[in-house]
């Protein structure tokens, strides 16, 4: 069988397991996925979607080549969808431990955890694509895989968190794993199509 060329796209991200798992999804595809250190605006909005479009504009006037951004956001029912778009830097400022003090007490502990693939090329935006994951909210920390509010994430239809999942478990239904996925899909049909 014939070495499959693959095309090199380059995901704009300082976090490298955010990369390890986009790369994990690309594996068996025609991509051949590297990190570019450069940054978009964020702009703040609740969507983590019109979070990382703009933050794609930003980069597509400074890189020609193809790129990838992704955003994501945990949205908790009875916080009103907080963190959201803010995840990282709660994640950074009152923890995981923090989420469970603001919910514990709370009856409704569903949530959903939402990504936003953007990708563009020579200059601009090409499509998006949106991954979200439903599920629960722990009220312990559970596992020590994955990184940021991975260990109080019960997917539904599961009864363990997606920090105690191996990472081929976790990709096979995580948002990040959902929004890659179909965008594995769309960009292998425009390669075959090049």
Known sequence: MPELTKS?????????????????VLENSKINLRVINIKGNEI??????????????????????????EDSGLYIDSLYGFPGPYSSFVYKTIGVGGIIRLIRDRENKNAEFHSALIYGENGKIIKNFVGITEGTISTSIKGVKGFGFDPIFIP?????????MTTMEKNKISHRAKSTGVFAQWITKKLDNT
């Not at 090199?8 to 994990?24: G, H, P, Q, W």
């Open 156 to 164: 539904t239809g599961y009864n363990k968190t997606f920090a105690e």
């Open 44 to 69: 703040q909005a609740f969507s983590v979607l019109s979070i990382a479009r703009q933050s794609a504009l930003n980069i597509a006037e400074k890189f020609e080549g193809a790129f990838l951004v």
């Open 8 to 24: 090199t796209i380059y995901l704009a991200t300082n976090n490298m397991n955010k990369f390890e798992e986009i790369r994990n």
